[in-house]
Nanobody, 121 residues
């Protein structure tokens, strides 16, 4: 049974930080999407497990950092300088093989249940 274990969401004021975690084993690509009410789902960040190249949406570059801890089979999303527009449900996703683009690779993979991030102004 596929299982992605997400944690770390919460509420924070603008300018604050949060760290999301996603634990899963056996995947080559892992990352995060987000979806705010009334908005389309948006890819946030992707990391290739092992050699660690990363890819970010323009909206989070310089503020968010995706990283991995191979010993714990866990990927982290460190979110700094949070803005109210970062408020969304954040979903961890994972895939075994590359397909098209960084984000389309995750779209074709498996997904977690999501964790809410709320940033107040």
């Amino acid at each position: 049974q596929v299982q992605l274990v997400e944690s770390g969401g919460g509420s924070v004021q603008a300018g604050g930080s949060l760290r999301l975690s996603c634990a899963a084993a056996g995947y080559r690509y892992m990352g995060w999407f987000r979806q705010a009410p009334g908005k389309e789902r948006e890819g946030v960040a992707v990391i290739r497990i092992g050699d660690s190249p990363t890819y970010y949406a323009d909206s989070v570059k310089g503020r968010f950092t995706i990283s991995q801890d191979n010993a714990k089979n866990t990927v982290y999303l460190q979110m700094n300088s949070l803005k109210p527009e970062d408020t969304a449900m954040y979903y961890c996703a994972a895939a075994r093989g590359y397909s098209g683009t960084w984000f389309s690779t995750l779209l074709r993979g498996v997904w977690g249940q999501g964790t809410q991030v709320t940033v107040s102004s």
